[in-house]
T-cell receptor, first 117, second 113 residues
Framework: GAGVSQSPSNKVTEKGKDVELRCDPI?????LYWYRQSLGQGLEFLIY????????KSGLPSDRFSAERTGGSVSTLTIQRTQQEDSAVYLC???????????????FGPGTRLTVL | AQSVTQLGSHVSVSEGALVLLRCNYS??????LFWYVQYPNQGLQLLLK??????LVKGINGFEAEFKKSETSFHLTKPSAHMSDAAEYFC???????????FGTGTRLTIIP
């Protein structure tokens, strides 16, 4: 079946511009996560959605970062006024509702590589 | 707070040799532990996980890991390395009630022909 998809795969933007990154989770997956992978910081959690609500936004690095999820499916991560330090790979993951031994088994998409010039 | 330490950012083994990638965790509550693999320009793929029950867990591609509470470790092993195992490996920890995965810094595995 189809996995988690993300678009675009690559995004090059100029400092100060806004960008939107999209994530399509696996059908039926109720939870969705955003992570960031960068050379200096490794893999960092950004935000978690359960349905359309975001109970944990603790990883968003600044108020320039926001995310939403609609229809319990697609999510968009928006970075306003991008800075060079925002350059990273942004990974999305999703998981099924908790059943049996599937606790927190997250399935990752291929990521969006963001380069801020 | 929970954390993960992966010893060795780079590990090289000969083809056919034992693979051992080390992971130690810190958690004040029972942990859930995961190993993920990342091939170049791809996302993360789950290799195996420990939640409860049997402490020796088997995953895909011949990998296995053993949860040792007394040593706070969850080392990844494979008896015989294959060229296709060359990738970056991440250990991660979570616990019940906290949705996020906390990752180690990763270990890049190189297989020597």
């Amino acid at each position: 079946g189809a996995g988690v998809s993300q678009s675009p795969s690559n995004k090059v933007t100029e400092k100060g511009k806004d960008v939107e990154l999209r994530c399509d989770p696996i059908s039926g997956h109720t939870a969705l996560y955003w992570y960031r992978q960068s050379l200096g910081q490794g893999l960092e959690f950004l935000i978690y959605f359960q349905g359309n609500s975001a109970p944990d936004k603790s990883g968003l690095p600044s108020d320039r970062f926001s995310a939403e999820r609609t229809g319990g499916s697609v999510s968009t991560l928006t970075i306003q006024r991008t800075q060079q330090e925002d350059s990273a790979v942004y990974l999305c993951a999703s998981r099924l509702p908790y059943l049996g031994d599937s606790y927190n088994e997250q399935f990752f998409g291929p990521g969006t590589r963001l380069t801020v010039l | 707070a929970q954390s993960v330490t992966q010893l060795g950012s780079h590990v090289s083994v000969s083809e056919g040799a034992l693979v051992l990638l080390r992971c130690n965790y810190s958690s004040s509550v029972p942990p859930y532990l995961f190993w993920y693999v990342q091939y170049p320009n791809q996302g993360l793929q789950l290799l195996l996980k420990y939640t409860t029950g049997a402490t020796l867990v088997k995953g895909i591609n011949g990998f296995e890991a053993e949860f040792k509470k007394s040593e706070t470790s969850f080392h990844l092993t494979k008896p015989s390395a294959h060229m296709s195992d060359a990738a970056e490996y991440f250990c991660a920890v979570s616990f019940f009630g906290n949705e996020k995965l906390t990752f180690g810094t990763g270990t890049r595995l190189t297989i020597i022909p």
